[in-house]
């Protein structure tokens, strides 16, 4: 079993930026791929950014806005927002994948202000 704890959401202008994180507990030994995704309002929740081994993508919304990266040793991953838009706002889960399932945080919602 994996536990993962999301933080650092809160309400920020248009244009500002927020780091979000996520600490893994349980069985971390056996996570391979974190990433985050995002569930606005009344929209289906996709995906944001993801981090497996070396390699990252990211969702369209994201690129050049968003950096995912892990912390193996703290067993965490963040989220760097930059150049937040309105369109951001949602709530944020963290997701990590382990023996072939996806375990999910409880969310954190960040809210962006226009």
């Known amino acids: 079993q994996v536990r993962l704890v999301e933080s650092g959401g809160r309400v920020v202008q248009a244009g500002g930026s927020l780091r979000l994180f996520c600490v893994a507990s349980?069985?971390?030994?056996?996570?391979?791929?974190m990433g985050w995704y995002r569930q606005a309002p009344g929209k289906d929740r996709e995906l944001v950014a993801r981090?497996?081994?070396?390699?990252?993508n990211y969702a369209d919304s994201a690129k050049g806005r968003f950096t995912i990266s892990r912390d193996n040793a703290n067993n965490t991953v963040y989220l760097q927002m930059n150049n937040l838009r309105p369109e951001d706002t949602a709530v944020y889960y963290c997701?990590?994948?382990?023996?072939?399932?996806?375990?999910w945080g409880q969310g954190t919602q960040v809210t962006v202000s226009s």
């Open positions: 981090t497996i081994h070396a390699d990252t």
């Open positions: 997701t990590a994948n382990a023996w072939g399932a996806i375990y």
């Open positions: 349980g069985s971390v030994d056996n996570i391979n791929g």
